[in-house]
């Protein structure tokens, strides 16, 4: 007589936990964000919109490419408000599909940015004009580059997320080079070495989901 499921032998422990283990991947798979449309569209948001920065307002006041001053201006917060819905897209999915303390997390966690970045943009809206018009610019760059650092290495803190620390810690570390650098060098080293280190972010996590 063919053996049926319940006939079949049980698995040795060893079977068992590799068996518990890769179901336990798998599931974090599908409750886990596609790293690339979480970390892709905010690196081709910095890479495009410090690109722009740079051209138009390059080291020494130099202008690379003549283009009107208000186009970097929108450019780049155009490109970041796109880049913050395509992902709270994507972590709402997922979020839809966990209950209990991880989404109060993560809940908690993206609030934390708003108010952080909300809080920095009034601060520095009330010391900027008394700046040189580069050094208001760096103000700004180098500002919300410092905070979006430090909240990824809190992330990676709470969620014990290697990845994204380290992300954090690359995204402060350029941020000073460039400042010490100096403006128009800042743009350039944020959108190479920042929007690129966000989009290799992505691929990493990806692979080491697949």
Do not use: C
Request: hydrophobic share 50%; charged share 15%; net charge neutral.
């Amino acid at each position: 007589m063919t053996p049926i499921d319940d006939d079949a032998p049980p698995l040795n422990p060893a079977e068992s936990l590799a068996l518990i283990e890769r179901e336990r991947r798998n599931v974090g798979r599908d409750l886990s964000p596609d790293p690339r449309v979480m970390f892709w569209p905010w690196g081709i948001a910095w890479l495009v919109g410090f690109a722009f920065f740079f051209l138009r307002f390059g080291p020494d006041g130099r202008v690379f490419v003549d283009m009107p001053q208000w186009l970097p201006l929108a450019v780049l917060p155009v490109l970041m408000i796109v880049a913050g819905i395509v992902t709270g897209i994507a972590g709402s999915r997922v979020s839809g599909r966990v209950s209990g303390p991880s989404n109060r997390q993560g809940i908690m966690y993206g609030i934390s940015w708003s108010i952080a970045f909300t809080g920095f943009s009034i601060l520095f809206a009330q010391f900027s004009q008394l700046l040189p018009e580069e050094k208001s610019g760096l103000l700004w760059a180098g500002g919300m580059v410092a905070l979006t650092g430090a909240l990824h290495m809190a992330g990676g803190a709470v969620w014990n997320d290697r990845d994204l620390f380290v992300l954090g810690a690359w995204t402060s570390l350029i941020n000073i080079v460039g400042i010490l650098i100096g403006p128009g060098w800042h743009s350039l080293i944020v959108a190479v070495a920042g929007g690129g280190g966000m989009i290799a972010a992505g691929i990493v996590g990806w692979v080491r989901m697949r």
